[in-house]
């Protein structure tokens, strides 16, 4: 059931369910959410969760797609109250748990942020000293997920943010695609042997690992997730 609603975009809301039963989450896992038509059609689509560690709770944030099946109903026309069928929390490779002490290069495009999110919030609730710096791309900073949170002073959390689309004034960068030279300022160098998490589009996710690579990082470090087509 819905219990609360948060507006983070124009496009996007982050839902709190309550799931009866379901087990505490690591940061990095997701749910599957169906839908059910009065006719029995269904539909069945993953969504990361924002936050981990919370029995009997699933919080997401959802992209509306133009066009898709799923999410712009789970955005418009979801209510507090409405009733949906949730399972999970599903995945044991994409997550980060607070024993990791190694450095973490988290990298985001778009709604991808959501389950990276879910990780700066368990480090720093564990009151974990594990150093993370995020590279997040987005289009524009309206389209920025969780923008207020992830500006509050966080020692430990390195943010870089790199806009696609429109650089607001200021930029250290112009609008444009993530580069090498984005990935290598805002990350780690590979002596560190950092664990990296890359998630987003299928597009977004096979360039970034390919920028990790070719900067000397160690493939069996890279950990990825994808969330679809490249958008
Ligand atoms: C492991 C996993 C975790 C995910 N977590 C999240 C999450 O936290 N938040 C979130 O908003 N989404 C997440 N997604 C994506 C989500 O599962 C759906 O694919 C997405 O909401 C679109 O569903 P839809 O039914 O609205 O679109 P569909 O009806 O399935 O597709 C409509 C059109 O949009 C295109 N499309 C589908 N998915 C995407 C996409 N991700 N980007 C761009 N175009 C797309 C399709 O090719 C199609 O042309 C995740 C996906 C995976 C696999």
Same mark, same amino acid.
């Given at each position: 059931?819905?219990?609360? &609603?948060?507006? *983070?975009?124009? /496009?996007?809301?982050?839902?709190?369910?309550?799931?009866?039963? %379901?087990?505490?989450?690591?940061?990095?896992?997701?749910?599957?959410?169906?839908?059910?038509?009065?006719?029995?059609?269904? @539909?069945?689509?993953?969504?990361?969760?924002?936050?981990?560690?919370?029995?009997?709770? #699933?919080?997401?944030?959802? %992209?509306?797609?133009?066009?898709?099946?799923?999410?712009?109903?789970?955005?418009?026309?979801?209510?507090?109250? !409405?009733?949906? %069928?949730?399972? +999970?929390?599903?995945?044991?490779?994409?997550?980060?748990?607070?024993?990791?002490?190694?450095?973490?290069?988290? =990298?985001?495009?778009? !709604?991808?942020?959501?389950?990276?999110? #879910?990780?700066?919030? @368990?480090?720093?609730?564990?009151?974990?000293?594990?150093?993370?710096?995020?590279?997040?791309?987005?289009?524009?900073?309206? *389209?920025?997920?969780?923008? !207020?949170?992830? &500006?509050?002073?966080?020692?430990?959390?390195? =943010?870089?943010?790199?806009?696609?689309?429109?650089?607001? *004034?200021?930029? &250290? &960068?112009?609008? +444009?695609?993530?580069?090498?030279?984005?990935?290598?300022?805002?990350?780690?160098?590979?002596?560190?042997?950092?664990?990296?998490?890359?998630? +987003?589009?299928?597009?977004?996710?096979?360039? #970034?690992?390919?920028?990790?690579?070719?900067? +000397?990082?160690? @493939?069996?470090?890279?950990?990825?997730?994808?969330?679809?087509? /490249?958008?």
């Amino acid at each position: 059931m819905v219990l609360a &609603r948060r507006t *983070e975009t124009a /496009t996007a809301v982050t839902l709190l369910l309550h799931v009866e039963g %379901q087990p505490a989450a690591t940061a990095g896992q997701r749910v599957e959410i169906r839908l059910t038509a009065e006719d029995g059609y269904t @539909a069945d689509r993953e969504y990361s969760l924002a936050r981990a560690g919370e029995p009997d709770r #699933a919080e997401i944030t959802v %992209q509306a797609i133009d066009g898709g099946e799923v999410s712009p109903f789970l955005v418009d026309e979801l209510e507090i109250g !409405s009733e949906l %069928q949730v399972r +999970g929390p599903i995945g044991g490779w994409f997550v980060w748990r607070p024993d990791q002490t190694e450095p973490v290069l988290l =990298v985001a495009g778009g !709604s991808g942020i959501v389950p990276l999110m #879910a990780m700066v919030r @368990a480090r720093r609730e564990a009151g974990s000293k594990a150093p993370f710096r995020l590279v997040y791309s987005v289009r524009s900073r309206e *389209e920025m997920f969780y923008r !207020s949170e992830l &500006r509050m002073p966080d020692p430990g959390v390195d =943010v870089t943010e790199v806009y696609t689309r429109e650089a607001p *004034e200021g930029s &250290r &960068r112009p609008a +444009g695609r993530l580069t090498v030279a984005d990935v290598n300022t805002g990350g780690w160098p590979p002596d560190f042997a950092p664990t990296a998490y890359i998630c +987003g589009p299928t597009g977004f996710v096979e360039s #970034a690992a390919d920028m990790l690579l070719a900067l +000397g990082h160690d @493939a069996r470090r890279i950990r990825t997730e994808r969330f679809g087509p /490249t958008s």
